[in-house]
């Protein structure tokens, strides 16, 4: 069987999910993970014939597609500001609206972390893409990542080593941390514990909001990372802005990915906490999605 014989299988059993261009956008990853082709090859080589072993694999990638498995979890990894990332059902698909994020960090640090060592904590790393990415382009970065789910840090370690960052990851839940010499065992000693930049995109999608997720998100992505109650949506956010009066630097940031409904009530945390220069800022789709504030 020929590779192009197979896509035309794909368009036939896809196109009424997903939609031409979605398919052959999952056409080309596929290739190029399971066939090791480069994107343009495809097109070069749609005679490429195809060995039992190849075609077995794109039968079974086309069945995961049809359940509607998000293809990042049937080819174990996604990219990420330009960084390959492990993922499965345990961590969160890393989504542009955190690229954003990130980028933002590296461009407010990009000078100062070149002079001295900024000791960054990233809070619910999921796949560790936060504290990874900003580990990899910021110089001097010293990164500790904090995660609940032990399967979800087994994800990020595995990241941290093949990203080739050094990262301190600790398993613990923030809404049981006050201080961070109970959350890294006394490591730190007392006076140096303090942070340049905590950052975190904690679960923020209520209940009341399930109707407007995707099913593909809903039925495979871990619900321990995204949902809060209707009742205390800001429950992370206001232990992390606690944690954050005690634990970051005078002049530091604090850096949240936000539920764009709830723009105002996350700013007003922060006002009420006395954090200064407080941004609320837009994703690319216009949602408000990052909250930024600085610590007197
Ligand atoms: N942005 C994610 C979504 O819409 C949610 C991420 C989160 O809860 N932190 O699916």
Request: overall charge negative.
């Amino acid at each position: 069987m020929v590779l192009k014989e197979i896509q035309h299988i794909f368009y036939k059993a896809l196109d009424a999910i997903y939609g031409r261009d979605e398919v052959n956008s999952f056409f080309f990853l596929a290739t190029e993970h399971y066939l090791n082709f480069p994107r343009f090859q495809l097109t070069l080589q749609p005679e490429f014939t195809l060995s039992k072993a190849e075609i077995a694999v794109f039968f079974k990638l086309l069945e995961d597609l049809k359940q509607q498995i998000p293809i990042q979890y049937i080819l174990g990894e996604t990219e990420f500001y330009g960084l390959t990332f492990k993922v499965n059902e345990n961590v969160l698909i890393p989504r542009p609206e955190t690229e954003e994020l990130v980028d933002l960090i590296i461009k407010e640090h990009a000078i100062s972390s070149v002079k001295k060592p900024l000791r960054i904590l990233d809070i619910g790393t999921g796949s560790g893409c936060i504290a990874i990415s900003l580990a990899k382009n910021l110089p001097n970065a010293q990164v500790y990542a904090l995660d609940i789910s032990k399967d979800a840090l087994k994800i990020a370690k595995q990241n941290a080593i093949l990203n080739a960052v050094n990262i301190t990851f600790i398993e613990a839940d923030i809404l049981e941390v006050t201080t961070v010499l109970n959350l890294v065992n006394n490591e730190l000693s007392e006076t140096d514990f303090l942070f340049d930049i905590i950052v975190s995109n904690p679960p923020y999608v209520r209940q009341l909001e399930k109707k407007e997720i995707q099913p593909n998100v809903l039925e495979n992505e871990p619900h321990l990372a995204l949902f809060v109650t209707d009742l205390n949506p800001l429950i992370f956010y206001k232990a992390i802005t606690n944690f954050a009066i005690n634990n970051l630097k005078q002049k530091s940031k604090l850096y949240f990915e936000i539920n764009q409904y709830l723009g105002e009530d996350t700013k007003q945390l922060l006002v009420q906490a006395n954090f200064k220069d407080i941004e609320l800022l837009k994703d690319l789709n216009g949602n408000d999605r990052v909250l930024k504030a600085l610590k007197d």
